[in-house]
T-cell receptor, first 111, second 112 residues
């Protein structure tokens, strides 16, 4: 039972490049979400999904896209990376009435 | 506008003593509160939660207290152990567990 798996663990991008952060869970959780963690800011919600085909914006959605075509996967897309998107990204999942289970994060640097 | 505040960035405690981590919130609509623990290079892990209808919840060495009138909650760890050294995040939400709002975290160091 792998839980929440995030890939890659580390990534360096140049400004303007695009990439997709992958997230997969094997717990059949309905709810999945993406957070970013920045120094002094805690964890801030980017986007979330309450089931396949359903997504919504969180607190800091600008510059990011998501889709949820299956229960298991919830990729996060950066369309045109900016230095302000340098951060650690965490994917999480849960049952709709359960506490979040987090992956181990992706550390992204945009130069 | 920080709805969940952890005003102490760090805390050092001797092994065996009590660790008290504090959290304040501003949103009266929050109806559940959680604590997460995070080790370096890992994701946060759920520790303990409390509903707004309770004022105390215990789980082993961990107890969470909620003071709704003061919009304040605290996590007590007794006795503290070196393995408790981590960053602790307070989190709050309303309705389902979606859109949970996190505090900025408190780094706890338990000194052997």
């Amino acid at each position: 039972n792998a839980g929440v798996t995030q890939t890659p663990k580390f990534q360096v991008l140049k400004t303007g490049q695009s990439m997709t952060l992958q997230c997969a869970q094997d717990m059949n959780h309905e709810y999945m979400s993406w957070y970013r963690q920045d120094p002094g800011m805690g964890l801030r919600l980017i986007h979330y999904s309450v089931g396949a085909g359903i997504t919504d914006q969180g607190e800091v959605p600008n510059g990011y896209n998501v889709s949820r075509s299956t229960t298991e996967d919830f990729p996060l897309r950066l369309l045109s990376a900016a230095p302000s998107q340098t951060s650690v990204y965490f994917c999480a999942s849960s049952y709709l009435q359960g506490a979040l289970h987090f992956g181990n994060g992706t550390r992204l640097t945009v130069t | 506008d920080q709805q969940v505040k952890q005003n102490s960035p760090s805390l050092s405690v001797q092994e065996g003593r009590i660790s008290i981590l504090n959290c304040d919130y501003t949103n009266s609509m929050f109806d559940y509160f959680l604590w997460y623990k995070k080790y370096p290079a890992e994701g946060p892990t759920f520790l303990i939660s409390i509903s707004s209808i309770k004022d105390k919840n215990e789980d082993g060495r961990f107890t969470v207290f909620l003071n709704k009138s003061a919009k304040h909650l605290s996590l007590h760890i007794v006795p503290s152990q070196p393995g408790d050294s981590a960053v602790y995040f307070c989190a709050s939400g309303s309705g389902g567990y979606q859109k949970v709002t996190f505090g900025t975290g408190t780094k706890l160091q338990v000194i052997p």
